[in-house]
């Protein structure tokens, strides 16, 4: 039998609060996150060819953090190295990604560092890519409203029913989103007069 | 004492029941006493005006023009002649910083509407301005196909702006063209007498005329028709953009909301306050072309950036 001390007999029931304290408030972070709304359905975000999932060579090792796994250069075929979190230009791996989204831009602001399968928002939390607009709607404020209103973008469906919502990425590359231009069609044919088109013009 | 010119038989009574006989004969003896009173071309010359058209005249209209079109184009069409939602009123949202001149638009809309190829007929026409005037005049719709955006233009798609006050409704003789209780401004192609006073009226330039029978590729026909809409239509009539009639009354978006690429195009019921095309008249500063006009058009133009 434990004997106490005057108020030390209170210490368990204290610790015992706190720690009902800090679960519930864990509980209901986790409710208020949760998007409230309908919720719609929305075709499978884009992913560059090849390169998905992350995870497949950014993978988490024994030690808990993320880093490219280079077979073949040591003994066991592995050869670990800790992310570099510095801005810089790639060389070894994904160069073909041209990232020209805003001036400051570096990939590990919206990529998440440890694990790669996801994207991270400004204040930590880790979405996967099919909530990539809440990534997108941090800085596009304005469109992302007019995005969840039906106002942005291209609509397909019934005007009085079901709509396509696509992702942000469904039409914007994130890498580098300013639209290329493209063709345009052929213009009306100039009236001739007196007869219908011939076949020779344009 | 009777003369031998005083005959029962005169000239003008031989050649009376000459003509009655042969009459009869080339009518009674091919039968074709029986199929002048049913044949299409009676049918379609007493056809009434829709409006005023019985359920039972409908159906029949539609069984014949279907049946035309299959001999004409050899391909089976549904022509459907929906009437208008209760509580609509249709209205079109066009994003000018979104437009980019890429005239998808217009090909989807050719496309879908049975619009003649040869002479060609477009529906939709894409003006391009210089940055910085509105002045129709200094335009131009006949701009090279290019890679758009080019530098310097902006461009404006103009099509039937479903004048709620339209000249054209106005001006035409035979009330063939008339503004449905969805604001949608439909002519009746079979009521058309090919005058033309609505393309004089209209200050859009939104209606086409055929001075040609139409000529489409087979396989290029669109066969979901509406009777107000895209059916095939003869060589004489009138015809405009009906925004999509076949497909907004059945809920779906017009052809050019859903072909254009960059979604500057928005569409929706202006009576629903959640609709699509509310909230942009809600939130964004919308104008429509030749207000001074007073038309009243349901098609509003906004400049989102």
Known sequence: MLK??????????????????????????????????????????????GLFPCQACHRKDIRGVSSPVDKGQSFLGKYLRAPDPRPRILVRMHRNINLKHADWQWCLNCHNTDERNYLKLINGD????????????????????????????????????????????????????????LMAMDPPRSPEYGRWESEDKH | MKKEYENDMTRRKFLKGAGIASASLALGG?????????????????????????????????????????????????????????NVLFAYGLDISRCIGCRRCVYACVQE??????????????????????????????????????????YVPMQCQQCENSPCEKVCPTKATWKEPDGIVV????????????????????????????????????????????????????????????????????ACVEACPVGARKFGNILDPESEISLVLKNQRVFRLKEDLNTQTKFYYFFSI
Request: glycine share 8%; proline share 7%; charged share 25%.
């Open chain 2, 187 to 254: 002519i009746d192609y079979n009521w058309c007498v090919g005058c033309r006073y609505c393309i004089a009226s209209c200050p859009y330039w939104a209606r086409r005329f055929n001075y040609a029978e139409p000529e489409i590729p087979t396989e290029e026909l669109n066969p979901n028709t509406h009777y107000l809409g895209n059916r095939p239509r003869m060589r004489g009539v009138v015809e405009k953009c009906t925004f999509c009639i076949q497909r907004v009354r059945k809920g779906r978006y017009p």
């Open chain 1, 4 to 49: 106490f001390r005057t108020r030390e007999k209170y210490i368990p029931f204290l610790l015992i609060a706190l720690i009902f304290l800090l679960v519930a408030g864990e509980v209901l972070a986790e409710q208020e996150e949760q998007e409230g709304g309908e919720v719609y359905p929305v075709p499978p975000p884009l992913v560059y060819q």
């Open chain 2, 113 to 154: 509407n049975n619009t003649s190829r040869r002479p060609q007929i477009q529906w939709i026409r894409v003006l391009r301005f210089k940055k910085g005037t509105l002045n129709f005049e200094e335009s131009d719709h006949y701009y090279e196909a290019g890679m758009n955006p080019q530098e310097g233009y902006y």
């Open chain 2, 30 to 86: 091919c039968g074709v006493g029986e199929e002048l009173f049913q044949s299409d071309s009676f049918d379609e010359f007493f056809q009434s005006h829709f409006t005023e058209m019985s359920p039972e005249e409908i159906k029949k209209v539609r069984t014949r023009l279907q049946k035309q079109y299959k001999k004409k184009y050899g391909r089976e069409f549904v022509l459907g002649t929906e009437p208008a939602y209760p």
């Open chain 1, 126 to 181: 880790i979405i996967p890519f099919e909530k990539s607009h809440l990534l997108c709607g941090q800085c596009h404020g304005l469109i992302y409203r007019d995005w969840k209103l039906g106002i942005h973008g291209r609509r397909v469906g019934q005007w009085n029913g079901k709509k396509l919502y696509l992702l942000c990425s469904h039409c914007h590359d994130p890498h580098s989103p300013k639209f290329r231009k």
